[in-house]
């Protein structure tokens, strides 16, 4: 596609449950980010990927959130046991290399009831 | 590591008037630095970067922004607001080799009033 899609654009849970969060990067881009936005907070980095691995996983806020990404494209990231605190915008950046820009998706809404 | 800091959550403008947002650093390495803008549900895009060649970097939407080493700072300016550019802007800045994560400031949201 034309740039970073992520789904669902929302995502509504209840507290305790699982979800997957979904980042289809652009094509060819080697490098994938997951930030979130939480109001007031600005973007907190949570985890990049190069190709298949992760060389910085260190602002994953707790060992209930995970990320993959299979083939060098896709990335999930999923969060278990969901709590309030959860609630944000979770948004997925690609970039060419390093010295390129990040291009971001729109995001995922995720509100935990 | 590095950081950023904006100074001020909110700024208000009038249409017409200048716009300045503000964006100190801090790297323990020569630094690449950007200015990102996200308009209302949507993600963010980018403004214009500065990766160590010209100090004064042209971005789209007549945004410009000047990297001070002795100041530290990479603000962001625009000689005359239109109502468009109602938006949050984010400062953010890396490392100057490889591939490393990108640190965000906590954003400026921009409002002009008519």
């Known amino acids: 596609g034309a740039g970073v899609s992520q789904s669902p654009s929302n995502k509504v849970t209840e507290k305790g449950k699982d979800v997957e969060l979904r980042c289809d990067p652009i094509?060819?881009?080697?490098?994938l980010y997951w930030y979130r936005q939480s109001l007031g907070q600005g973007l907190e980095f949570l985890i990049y990927f190069q190709g298949n691995s992760a060389p910085d996983k260190s602002g994953l806020p707790s060992d209930r959130f995970s990320a993959e990404r299979t083939g060098g494209s896709v990335s999930t990231l999923t969060i278990q046991r969901t709590q309030q605190e959860d609630s944000a915008v979770y948004l997925c950046?690609?970039?060419?290399?390093?010295?390129?820009?990040?291009?971001f998706g729109n995001g995922t809404r995720l509100t935990v009831t | 590591a590095q950081s950023v800091t904006q100074l001020g959550s909110h700024v208000s403008v009038s249409e017409g008037a200048l716009v300045l947002l503000r964006c100190n650093y801090s790297s323990s390495v020569p630094p690449y630095l950007f200015w990102y803008v996200q308009y209302p549900n949507q993600g963010l895009q980018l403004l214009l970067k500065?990766?160590?060649?010209?100090?004064l970097v042209k971005g789209i939407n007549g945004f410009e922004a000047e990297f001070k080493k002795s100041e530290t700072s990479f603000h962001l300016t625009k000689p005359s607001a239109h109502m468009s550019d109602a938006a949050e802007y984010f400062c953010?800045?890396?490392?100057?080799?490889?591939?490393?994560?990108?640190?965000f400031g906590t954003g400026t949201r921009l409002l002009v009033s008519p």
């Open positions: 500065y990766t160590s060649a010209a100090t």
């Open positions: 094509s060819g881009h080697t490098a």
């Open positions: 950046a690609s970039s060419l290399e390093s010295e390129a820009p990040l291009h």
């Open positions: 953010a800045v890396k490392r100057n080799t490889g591939f490393q994560k990108l640190v």
